[in-house]
């Protein structure tokens, strides 16, 4: 087909036509206007498509093709992935990624499905080369993958390794083999703090592995206020064992995932440092989103600072600490006076009087500090 037949095919559909122009060494279709554009390179009996949908730049789209130059030309593509790196300067995303003919999301139910092939950029730390093609398209990816200007954003493959039932908030069926991709960010900050959920981000009895685009894998529990379990580095044949402050969890693997070279040495130094005392807490509402936190284990100071919110008559919060002991502070009405009062109580006993906030403080700091229900209660 000459020039024109593939302008004709290419526009069907398109809201806007294609013109030849050159980018670079190559000789393209150049499609602008709506949302964005797209640059089309004939291989053949097939055509390779590149699209920003924000921040297009003529100097990336040159660098994309010239990265996959030769190998969009191969039969054996298949349904996965194929990365090169590209380097272009003020330019976040470092990799070139080829999707085959019959797998580019941009031709998905058009005429060009069979033979339209798309080259997307990304970073080395969202993909691994040889990826599936449809696992490709995760979180963010799936919308952004045509913003040329978002920030970077890690991939982790999340599995469960327990046997209890799947956890809504993880996503992650422990009867489902292939891993639930996550954002290491994401997935990272979950462990550490608590979300608008009913439970703890990281409930207990949950193992996960924890896997980024290299192959370095976390497999991890939560005991309490802490973070146990084991980081293989890929190619070593040692395990490392690491025994972390819950908080400390985006410090010491976050790095990682973002590209780094692990460091034994600032992992060790992570580990080793003390943490602030923590409490696990239970609001009346745990399903509420209303800034007041949520089920999960939080630090001393947070948890003091949630008795100074704003309650009403009928609302508590449950503390429990690592032995399992626990008290209650409630908003009640004080029968005589007909204010809403704090009061102190303990969960299973009838037990209970009316305190002040540094009364209250009090008690939580035993607790804390000291693993018991302060004397009195």
């Excluded at 994309?64 to 130059?69: G, H, N, R």
């Excluded at 209303?290 to 089920?295: F, I, K, M, Q, V």
């Excluded at 102190?344 to 540094?358: H, I, N, Q, T």
Aim: hydrophobic content about 40%.
């Amino acid at each position: 087909m000459d020039t024109n037949d593939w302008i004709a095919l290419i526009s069907q559909g398109r809201a806007f036509p294609c013109v030849p122009a050159r980018i670079g060494r190559h000789d393209v279709l150049l499609e602008e206007g709506g949302r964005g554009t797209t640059v089309y390179r004939v291989r053949g009996d097939r055509v390779l498509a590149i699209r920003a949908n924000r921040a297009y730049r003529e100097d990336v789209a040159a660098a994309l093709l010239d990265a996959v130059d030769g190998l969009a030309d191969r039969d054996d593509l298949g349904a996965i992935v194929r990365l090169r790196p590209i380097d272009v300067p003020g330019f976040a995303l470092d990799r070139a990624a080829l999707f085959g003919a019959g797998h580019a999301p941009f031709f998905r139910g058009r005429p060009l499905e069979d033979r339209g092939m798309e080259v997307v950029p990304v970073h080395r730390t969202e993909a691994a080369d040889g990826t599936d093609a449809h696992r490709f398209l995760w979180g963010t990816l799936t919308k952004s993958r045509c913003y040329w200007d978002r920030e970077p954003e890690a991939r982790a493959d999340v599995r469960r390794l327990d046997d209890g039932a799947a956890d809504l908030f993880f996503r992650v069926n422990p009867k489902r083999p292939r891993p639930t991709v996550f954002s290491a960010p994401d997935i990272l900050a979950r462990i550490a703090w608590a979300k608008a959920w009913a439970r703890p981000v990281m409930p207990d009895g949950v193992r996960l592995s924890i896997e980024d685009v290299r192959r370095h894998e976390l497999r991890v529990h939560r005991v309490y206020d802490r973070l146990r379990g084991t980081l293989h580095v890929p190619g070593e044949e040692r395990i490392v064992e690491f025994d972390l402050p819950l908080r400390s969890v985006e410090e010491a693997f976050g790095p990682l995932f973002a590209g780094a070279d692990f460091d034994p040495d600032a992992f060790a130094a992570v580990a080793a440092r003390p943490a602030e005392e923590m409490l696990e807490m239970v609001p009346s509402n745990p399903y509420t989103d209303d800034g007041r936190g949520n089920h999960g284990i939080y630090t001393l100071s947070e948890c003091l600072a949630r008795l100074r919110h704003e309650y009403e008559d009928g609302d508590h919060l449950t503390y429990i600490g690592r032995s399992r002991g626990s008290i209650r502070i409630a908003w009640r009405a004080d029968g005589g006076s007909g204010e809403t009062r704090l009061r102190l109580e303990v969960p299973g006993s009838d037990g209970g009087r009316f305190v002040s906030l540094d009364e209250a403080d009090e008690a939580l700091t035993v607790l804390a500090l000291e693993d018991r229900v302060a004397d009195g209660l």
